[in-house]
Each structure stands twice: as C-alpha cells, then as structure tokens.
C-alpha cells in the first residue's frame, strides 16, 4: 500500500507541478498581453508624438516663408521710394545745376581786369531783370514808375562808380 500511496503522492505532486506550471502560462499570456497593449499604446503615442512635430516644424515653416515674402515686398516697396527719392534729388540737382549756369556769366560776356567783373555783371543783370519786371508795372501809377526809373538810375549810376575805383 505504501506503493499505492507514494504513486497517489507522486501523481498528486505531478498535478500539482501541472497546475503550477498551466497558472505561470496564463499569467505569462496575460503579461505578454498587457505588455502588447501597453507596448502598442505607447508606439501609437509616439507616432502622435512625431506626427505633431512634423505639423509643427511644417506650420513654423509655412509662417517662416510669410514672413520671408513680407520682409521682401517691404524690400521691394523701400527700393522703390529709395530709386524715387534718388530720381527726385537727381532732377533737383540738374534743375539746381541749370539755374547756376544760367546765373553764371559766361567769359565773354564778363571780363576780369579789362572791364567787369562777374559780381559787377550779376548785379547789372539783376538791375536789368528788375527793369523788365518793371516794363510789366503798366497799371501803375506814373509818379510809381518815375520814382522805380530814378532808383534804377540811382543804382546803376553806384555800381558804375565802384567799377571805376575798382580799376584803379
């Protein structure tokens, strides 16, 4: 009987290690599970993750290239005035330049040392512009222009004058 007993002990002992060894599986399969789970939530969140980086590198990108278009039309509208700025001192200059040589007495029309000097000579020709200006005085009273005559003579009479102590 002890046989019977040490076979009955064994078989129980073999179920046992069966029963041990079937309850490690399943807990091993249900650890492989939620690991599976587990592992495949956090790979989806990584993916999120990446996803919502490169939509964020793309929208920084997108607004980078805004910002490159703005500041090259602000470029562009500053060239802009900056060449109509640059035309209008350059029209200016020409229009300044023109009305200087049309001040300038030319050689022949002014000598040094012989006869006038080009300050004696803008001076006649401001006093001859005055006169012109003067002929356009016609509404004006006679006793306007006889006075207007008598200064233009009185200045003319002056600048003769100095131009002779000045020669000698």
């Known amino acids: 009987m002890e046989s019977l ?7 129980i002992k073999k179920a046992a290690q069966e029963a041990t060894v079937a309850a490690a599986q399943r807990k091993a399969a249900e650890e492989a599970k939620l690991s599976a789970t587990a592992l495949a939530e956090k ?13 964020a590198a793309a929208a920084r990108k997108a607004a980078q ?33 023109g009305a200087k040589e049309a001040a300038v007495p030319t050689a022949s029309s002014t000598t040094v040392g012989g006869g006038e000097d080009p300050i004696q000579s803008l001076f006649l ?44």
Not at 43 to 55: F, H, M, S, T, Y
């Open 43 to 55: 790979r989806a969140g990584e993916q999120a993750a990446r996803v919502a980086q490169e939509a």
């Open 5 to 11: 007993g040490v076979g009955k002990e064994a078989a």
């Open 125 to 168: 020709s401001f006093i001859r512009a005055s006169r012109s200006q003067a002929a356009g005085l016609d509404s004006a009273s006679p006793a306007i222009r006889a006075e207007l005559e008598a200064e233009l003579d009185r200045l003319s009479k002056q600048v003769n004058f100095f131009h002779f102590i000045s020669v000698f």
């Open 65 to 97: 290239a805004v910002a490159d278009a703005a500041t090259l039309k602000r470029a562009d509208e500053q060239a802009a005035v900056l060449k109509a700025v640059e035309a209008a001192a350059a029209a200016k200059a020409a229009e300044a330049k």
